[in-house]
C-alpha cells in the first residue's frame, strides 16, 4: 500500500477506535446529562467532519456548516409538523434539501476563491436564518418548532448517532481512497495545476461542498428529532465558528481530528460552563496558539510524538 | 493537417501587447525551441495554448479543433499537456499521487494508472521517493515530478515551460533523454527555454519572440545567428553600453 493510503488507513482505523471507545462510554457514563452532551458532540463531529471534506482535503473554507443543519432540521420539522411526514422520511428528506440547496449555492460560490467565497457563504447562512426566523407563519420564527422525537430512551439516540457517524467516516474514507480523493487533494493543493492535468476544478469542488452540505442536513435533522426543538439558533455564526474551531483544533486535513476535536471541544466546553465565558477565551487561544504554531491540530501533534517514539 | 496550428493570437494587458499576432504551424512529432528573452510574451503564449488566459484575437486549433476558448481541464483532456516556468506540484501529497492524478484525470483506471506511474518514475529516477510528499522533494525533483505527470496518457502535445531552470545537469540529462526518446517515438514538443547549448542538441526548429511577436521561425541554428534575433538579445545590453 503506498504511503499517502496507508496513512489514511491508519487515521480511519484509529477514528473508529475513537468511535467505538465513545460506543462504550455508557457503561461508565450512565447520568442522562452527560450522555446527551456526548450525543451533541456526536452532531458536532458529524459537522466538523463534513467541514473538514471542504475545508481539509478541498481547501474551500465555507461559513456556513450550522447553516445546513438548519436547513435540514427545519425540513424534517416542517414535514413534520405541517405534514405529518413521519422521521423515515423526514430524515432522508433533510438530506436532499441540503444537499440540493448546497449543490446549487455550491455552482455559483465554488467559482469563487479565499475570502470571497468565506463572505457569500456567511452571508447566505445569516440570509437564512433571517428568512426562517421572520417566516414566522410557517417556521414560527424564533419561537421554535416542535419536533417528534424518535425513541422514548436517550440511549437509543446515543447509538443512533454513534451508527451515523460511523457510516459517515466509512463514507468520508472510501471517497477519499477512489479517484475523487485525489482530485480533491489535488485542489486543495492547486487549483491551477489540477486543471492542467484535466481536473474539472468547479465540478469536483461542488460535489464536495454538496456532499460536505448534505451530511450537515442529516446532522440537524437527527438533532432536531433528538432534541424535539429547532429555532434558528441552530445556524448562529457562533455554531459555525464552534465547529470551525472543533476542526482546527482536532486537525483538519485528516480524518481523526475533527471528530476528536468535536469530543474535546464541546465536553470540556460544558465541563468549563459553570466558569460563565471563560471556555470561549479558553478556545479562542487553543485556536490561535494553534493555527500559528500547530497547524496540523492536536492529532497532527500526537502523529509526530508517535513517529518520534518510533524512530527513536 | 498540423498538431497545432497557431493563427494570428494576440493578448494585451492593459497597454502592454504580450502577443502580437502570432501565426505558428507545429506539425506531429516536431520538436521546437520557443526563445526570447524575458517578457518576450513566451509564457503568455503558453497560457493562451493551454487555456490559462483567453486570446483577444485569434485562433488556435489542436488538431484541427478549435480550443482557444475552452477550459484548461478540456484542453488538457484533448490532449495537449503542460509544464509551468515556476514548477507546481501537488506538495501535500506523495509523488506517486501526483502522478496517479494525472493518469485517473485523463481516464485511466487506477492498475493501469499505477503502472504507467511506477514506470515513470522508475525513468526518471525518482524510484526512492515514490511515497513523499512532493513538497519535501528538491526542487530538481519537483521539476522532474510535473515533467512525467505531463506523460501519464501520452499527449498530442507537450508544452514545456523552462524545464531545464535551476535543475541538477544529471537530472536535466534524465530529462533530455526522455525527451529524446519520446521524440524519435514520434511525440510532438514545444519547449521554452533559455538553456541554448539545451536548445541546440534537443530542437531541430527554433522560434523567436521578441516583445510579443514571432521574429524568427527556422532551423536552431539559422534562428540563432539570425541578426534580429542576435539583436533582441543583446540590443538592450548594446543600448546601455
Not at chain 1, 451533541?40 to 458529524?46: E, I, R
Not at chain 1, 410557517?138 to 418548532?145: I, Y
Not at chain 2, 501565426?23 to 521546437?32: C, K, M, N, P
Amino acid at each position: 500500500m503506498q504511503g499517502s493510503a496507508r496513512r489514511m488507513a491508519v487515521e480511519f482505523r484509529l477514528s473508529l477506535a475513537l468511535i467505538a471507545l465513545i460506543a462504550l462510554a455508557p457503561i461508565v457514563v450512565d447520568n442522562a446529562y452527560w450522555q446527551g452532551v456526548l450525543i451533541v458532540s456526536m452532531y458536532f463531529a458529524l459537522l466538523a467532519a463534513g467541514w473538514n471534506l471542504l475545508a481539509g482535503y478541498t481547501g474551500q473554507f465555507s461559513m456556513a456548516p450550522a447553516c445546513f443543519a438548519m436547513i435540514g432540521a427545519y425540513t424534517t420539522g416542517l414535514l413534520a409538523y405541517h405534514w405529518s411526514i413521519p422521521p423515515s422520511l423526514g430524515i432522508p428528506a433533510s438530506i436532499l434539501a441540503a444537499g440540493a440547496i448546497g449543490a446549487a449555492l455550491g455552482l455559483i460560490v465554488m467559482r469563487l476563491r479565499g475570502p470571497y467565497l468565506a463572505l457569500t457563504t456567511l452571508s447566505f447562512a445569516e440570509i437564512m436564518r433571517l428568512v426562517i426566523g421572520n417566516s414566522y407563519g410557517f417556521t414560527r420564527g424564533d419561537l421554535g418548532l416542535n419536533v417528534p422525537g424518535l425513541f422514548e430512551s436517550r440511549l437509543a439516540y446515543y447509538y443512533v448517532f454513534v451508527a451515523v457517524l460511523a457510516a459517515a467516516q466509512a463514507g468520508l474514507y472510501l471517497l477519499l481512497r477512489s479517484r475523487a480523493g485525489l482530485f480533491l487533494r489535488a485542489i486543495r493543493d492547486d487549483e491551477v495545476a489540477a486543471a492542467s492535468r484535466g481536473v474539472d476544478v468547479v465540478f469536483w469542488k461542488t460535489a464536495a461542498f454538496t456532499l460536505s452540505t448534505a451530511v450537515s442536513g442529516l446532522a440537524g435533522a437527527l438533532y432536531a428529532h433528538f432534541s424535539q426543538l429547532v429555532s434558528p439558533e441552530l445556524g448562529l455564526v457562533s455554531q459555525t465558528g464552534l465547529v470551525i474551531c472543533m476542526a482546527v483544533i482536532g486537525g483538519i486535513g485528516g480524518l481523526i481530528g475533527p471528530i476528536a476535536g468535536a469530543l474535546l471541544v464541546y465536553v470540556s466546553s460544558e465541563m468549563l460552563r459553570e466558569a460563565g465565558g471563560i471556555q470561549l477565551i479558553v478556545f479562542a487561544l487553543l485556536v490561535i496558539l494553534i493555527a500559528r504554531f500547530f497547524r496540523e491540530g492536536l492529532w497532527g501533534l500526537a502523529r509526530r510524538a508517535l513517529q518520534g517514539s518510533d524512530a527513536a | 493537417m498540423s498538431c497545432l496550428s497557431i493563427s494570428r493570437v494576440s493578448k494585451s494587458f492593459g497597454g502592454l501587447r504580450a502577443v502580437d499576432g502570432v501565426s505558428v504551424a507545429i506539425g506531429r512529432g516536431e520538436l521546437i525551441g520557443l526563445i526570447g528573452p524575458n517578457g518576450s510574451g513566451k509564457t503568455t503564449l503558453l497560457n493562451i495554448l493551454s487555456g490559462h488566459q483567453p486570446p483577444d484575437a485569434g485562433t488556435v486549433l489542436l488538431e484541427d479543433r478549435p480550443i482557444q476558448h475552452l477550459k484548461p481541464e478540456r484542453i488538457a483532456a484533448l490532449g495537449l499537456q503542460r509544464m509551468f516556468q515556476l514548477t507546481r506540484v501537488f506538495r501535500r501529497m506523495s509523488a506517486l499521487d501526483n502522478l496517479m492524478t494525472a493518469g485517473r484525470a485523463l481516464g485511466l483506471a487506477h492498475a493501469q494508472a499505477l503502472a504507467r506511474a511506477d514506470r515513470l518514475l522508475e525513468q526518471l529516477a525518482l524510484g526512492r521517493v515514490r511515497d513523499l510528499d512532493a513538497g519535501q522533494l528538491s526542487g530538481g525533483q519537483q521539476k522532474l515530478l510535473e515533467f512525467g505527470c505531463c506523460f501519464m496518457v501520452t499527449p498530442k502535445i507537450a508544452l514545456l515551460d523552462e524545464p531545464f531552470a535551476a535543475v541538477h545537469p544529471a537530472m536535466k540529462e534524465t530529462m533530455a533523454r526522455f525527451i529524446r526518446t519520446r521524440h524519435a517515438e514520434g511525440q510532438t514538443f514545444l519547449i521554452v527555454s533559455h538553456d541554448m547549448p539545451a536548445v541546440v542538441e534537443l530542437c531541430p526548429r527554433t522560434l523567436c519572440m521578441n516583445a510579443g511577436a514571432l521574429i524568427a521561425d527556422g532551423p536552431t541554428r539559422a534562428v540563432l545567428n539570425d541578426p534580429v534575433v542576435i539583436e533582441a538579445y543583446l540590443g538592450g545590453e548594446e543600448e546601455a553600453a
